[in-house]
Nanobody, 121 residues
Framework: QVQLVESGGGSVQAGGSLTLSCAVS??????MAWFRQAPGKEREGVAV???????DYANSVKGRFTISKDNAKNTLYLQMNSLKSEDTAMYYC?????????????????WGQGTQVTVSS
């Protein structure tokens, strides 16, 4: 059983930065990803990193967000720069034990409880 706990959310003005963290019980054996869900919208994949460290991003965040992991600390990160009001959402980290990179939520077995990010314009 993989356990995930997010932190680092908060309120920030447009153009600002935030770094989200996700403490993971088994980071080295899983493909990890960040998703987000805004009120009234479907959950969408933001960024993913596989066991080899290869990353993919949603087009909406390319060049602004960076996903990374520290295997020694069992922690997944999402560095978010140049934040926009449309980035406002609940952010979730997720893990899948088998399989490669995906930004489809149904491919993930384990989820954190989420951390809220609010960007004001």
């Amino acid at each position: 059983q993989v356990q995930l706990v997010e932190s680092g959310g908060g309120s920030v003005q447009a153009g600002g930065s935030l770094t989200l963290s996700c403490a993971v019980s088994q980071i080295y054996s899983a493909t990890m990803a960040w998703f987000r869900q805004a009120p009234g919208k479907e959950r969408e994949g933001v960024a993913v990193i596989d066991t080899f460290g290869i990353r993919d991003y949603a087009n909406s965040v390319k060049g602004r967000f960076t996903i990374s992991k520290d295997n020694a600390k069992n922690t997944l990160y999402l560095q978010m720069n140049s934040l926009k009001s449309e980035d406002t959402a609940m952010y979730y980290c997720a893990a899948r034990g088998l399989g490669g990179r995906s930004l489809t939520s149904g491919m993930y077995n384990y989820w954190g409880q989420g951390t809220q990010v609010t960007v004001s314009s």
